[in-house]
């Protein structure tokens, strides 16, 4: 949603009504929060699980997200100055990069590629809330981001396996 507003698509608000920013912010907002959800589900199976440390590693990543998505989805919504985001998106970036090189993860290609483009798209918000990277820019890269995570999900619905 927030790709398609970056590049224009529903970008005004209707006559007399609010800016549709605020309804992705609150989209934004319940991402974070399922996001949330998912990091508690994945620390309490992990001593179910056959890869046990794994989920709780991957947790950790998920984590970064959902505080993240959280954040943004808040400051959306109230208006909050987008640079505390962007300077938030930079640690999250980085560490977000640094499960790439993690053992756990070695020969998952949609993964890895997947968490390096975010590294980039993190580092694209930085510089947008800095007025360094032009708003469509970042809303062409977020749409790519949003197609790209949808990729997994139609290799399992073609029944197979996720490279």
Excluded at 57 to 85: E, N, P, S, T, Y
Excluded at 128 to 133: C, D, I, L, P
Excluded at 144 to 150: K, Q
């Amino acid at each position: 949603m927030i790709g398609l507003y970056l590049i224009g698509v529903g970008a005004e608000p209707a006559e007399g009504g609010q800016d549709p920013i605020k309804m992705v912010g609150w989209v934004e907002l319940v991402v974070g929060l399922l996001l949330a959800t998912q990091v508690f589900l994945l620390v309490q199976q992990s001593s179910l699980s056959p890869i046990g440390g794994l989920n709780v590693v991957l947790a950790g990543l998920v984590l970064l997200f959902a505080i993240f998505f959280i954040a943004f989805g808040i400051a959306l919504i109230k208006g909050g100055d987008l640079r505390v985001i962007g300077n938030l998106a930079v640690p999250v970036g980085i560490l977000a990069g640094a499960y790439v090189s993690f053992d756990l993860f070695e020969g998952t290609f949609m993964f890895q590629s997947s968490t390096l483009w975010w590294v980039v798209v993190f580092l694209m918000v930085a510089g947008f809330t800095y007025g360094k990277v032009p708003a469509k820019i970042l809303g062409y890269a977020l749409i790519i981001t949003a197609i790209w995570g949808f990729a997994p999900v139609v290799y399992l619905a073609l029944d197979q396996p996720i490279p």
